[in-house]
T-cell receptor, first 117, second 114 residues
């Protein structure tokens, strides 16, 4: 079964609105989660590291005021795309690393496809 | 920037072994080699990882050269469902680094053909 879920799987919104995407770890607690975006026929680009209990860490070039991340609990991280514009249309994916000795594996969510009109 | 080089695309006949190469000539001693794949419009899926020894699991085998500058992912009997983009990633491992971020390169688009 799924280890990481994302909601919604697909969203279409008007330009200027804000969109919230949820990432849930279903099988284990995660103090860290990662957010990626992927444009068509491109690779995944890491946007930020979501940290439970502290501020997210953003990769260079990613606007923290544009992409708000909240790690509300040990199983939930949210990404809010504020004042979305057509260029924000993309596939957003979260991942959850499994901690511990066997923690080499990271589990990815199924992704959220955002289309901004 | 990604620290690996992979061919952009490969074809493989169904039922045959798929051998996907990866060059990581600048790998450090504490960096592991990870392989993930992404089927179209889905999130990536972990396949296998290794440090210096060859590894095998139910999905694939990973062959790492003795100097660790390159590796090959082997899918022993490719099926149509193995059609995906395969990513080779190097990252510092170890107990305290397993939660570290993964940086994806361009990957290899594998097409398994009937």
């Amino acid at each position: 079964g799924a280890v990481v879920s994302q909601h919604p799987s697909r969203v279409i919104c008007k330009s200027g609105t804000s969109v919230k995407i949820e990432c849930r770890s279903l099988d284990f607690q995660a103090t860290t989660m990662f957010w990626y975006r992927q444009f068509p026929k491109k690779s995944l680009m890491l946007m930020a590291t979501s940290n439970e209990g502290s501020k997210a860490t953003y990769e260079q070039g990613v606007e923290k005021d544009k992409f708000l991340i909240n790690h509300a609990s040990l199983t939930l991280s949210t990404l809010t795309v504020t004042s979305a514009h057509p260029e924000d249309s993309s596939f957003y994916i979260c991942s959850v690393p499994k901690s511990g000795d066997s923690g080499h594996e990271q589990f990815f969510g199924p992704g959220t496809r955002l289309t901004v009109l | 920037d990604a620290k690996t080089t992979q061919p952009p695309s490969m074809d493989c006949a169904e039922g045959r072994a798929a051998n996907l190469p990866c060059n990581h000539s600048t790998i450090s001693g504490n960096e592991y080699v990870y392989w993930y794949r992404q089927i179209h419009s889905q999130g990536p899926q972990y396949i296998i990882h290794g440090l210096k020894n060859n590894e095998t699991n139910e999905m694939a085998s990973l062959i790492i050269t003795e100097d660790r500058k390159s590796s090959t992912l082997i899918l022993p009997h490719a099926t149509l469902r193995d059609t995906a983009v395969y990513y080779c990633i190097v990252r510092v491992g170890g107990v305290y680094n397993q939660g570290g971020k993964l940086i994806f390169g361009q990957g290899t688009e594998l097409s398994v053909k009937p």
